[in-house]
């Protein structure tokens, strides 16, 4: 009896497990980003794309008055 539960635990568990990949593909862009966790690294690659010669953060911008 104890052992029907084991394997009908751990099958649902390996289940909700899959799933759970299948609802995060929603949040992720064309790179493979996911757009809230790596929000940081999509905001360092699009001001790479737009400033290619310029580092994404450095003190000299940081203090840069504009």
């Not at 699009?46 to 203090?63: D, I, M, N, Q, Y």
């Amino acid at each position: 009896m104890l052992a029907c539960i084991l394997v009908i635990a751990l099958a649902v568990s390996l289940r909700e497990g899959r799933t759970g990949d299948d609802e995060d593909r929603g949040y992720r862009d064309q790179d493979g980003d996911h757009v809230y966790y790596d929000q940081s690294i999509i905001e360092k690659k699009e001001f790479s794309k737009v400033h290619p010669k310029e580092g994404a953060r450095t003190f000299r911008r940081l203090f840069k008055k504009k």
